[in-house]
């Protein structure tokens, strides 16, 4: 996966990319769906903030395909991740950590010691994104895109990530929040798929109790398997195979 800074000529492939990953993740209506692509990605909006000197546009290249894009703003000394998207085909691949990571110490680079980042909160897929990077949940805000009245989730760099010190021994952990809680994902447990691998999760904080699994193409969770032993994920349809598993993990 090649990071490179965002042209003019990528708005088109970075709106697409929006789409389908807020098609796949988001749960607003069609449209404020469209409201939102229409203002916030538009061409004219895009090339505009690809040459601003307060704005970080990146996007990640997959053998020269735009497979996800982040956009983060800098305002009186404080930067601001607005926009981290990567389309549905390349999830599962590290993109997203590639992009935040990039945009993040692009951020550091140019002397911003206060980092942000915003998520819309009916992104209901991708809460637990910025923890496991070491983020806080800072505050709860409103903006207003397209005339909606949108509730944004505001997250800060913990101090200690800002020091450079380690909280703990180990990464951050990854959540995800179901009916029945807060589900923990562990990447480390990797199964592979056709559209991208599945992740195993567990009900607990210490990885004992087993819940089911998160499936890095819709960024979903797949709770059984069905009557043949597969894995199938029910948003997206991405599918294990029984022999590419272990059936250990039942």
């Known amino acids: 996966?090649?990071?490179?800074?965002?042209?003019?000529?990528?708005?088109?492939?970075?709106?697409?990319?929006?789409?389908?990953?807020?098609?796949?993740?988001?749960?607003?209506?069609?449209?404020?769906?469209?409201?939102?692509?229409?203002?916030?990605?538009?061409?004219e909006r895009l090339a505009a903030?690809?040459?601003?000197?307060?704005?970080?546009?990146?996007?990640?290249?997959?053998?020269?395909?735009?497979a996800g894009f982040v956009e983060a703003e800098i305002d009186d000394g404080t930067g601001t991740l607005t926009w981290l998207h990567v389309a549905t085909?390349?999830?599962?691949?590290?993109?997203?950590?590639e992009l935040f990571e990039a945009a993040r110490d692009r951020l550091h680079e140019a002397g911003i010691e206060s980092v942000r980042a915003r998520e819309l909160a009916d992104n209901a897929e991708g809460q637990g994104f910025f923890e496991y990077f070491g983020f806080e949940k800072a505050e709860q805000d409103r903006i207003e895109i397209a005339g909606e009245d949108l509730v944004v989730e505001i997250y800060a760099e913990s101090e200690s990530e800002t020091e450079g010190e380690d909280e703990t021994d180990s990464p951050p952990q990854e959540t995800v929040e179901t009916d029945d809680g807060t589900v923990y994902i562990d990447r480390s447990e990797e199964l592979a798929g056709e559209d991208g691998p599945?992740?195993?999760?567990?009900?607990?904080?210490?990885?004992?109790?087993?819940?089911?699994?998160?499936c890095g193409n819709c960024e979903s969770m797949v709770e059984a398997v069905d009557s043949m032993d597969r894995i199938e994920c029910g948003t997206c349809g991405n599918l294990n195979k029984p022999d590419e598993w272990d059936g250990g993990y039942l």
């Open 89 to 97: 085909e390349f999830r599962g691949m590290g993109a997203g950590s």
């Open 49 to 66: 903030q690809a040459e601003s000197d307060d704005t970080v546009l990146l996007v990640a290249r997959e053998d020269g395909e735009v």
């Open 1 to 43: 996966m090649e990071i490179t800074d965002a042209t003019g000529e990528d708005a088109k492939a970075i709106k697409d990319v929006a789409e389908r990953s807020m098609e796949a993740s988001y749960a607003v209506s069609p449209d404020t769906l469209e409201a939102i692509l229409n203002e916030q990605f538009n061409s």
């Open 198 to 214: 599945f992740f195993v999760t567990y009900a607990d904080e210490d990885y004992d109790e087993q819940y089911g699994f998160y």
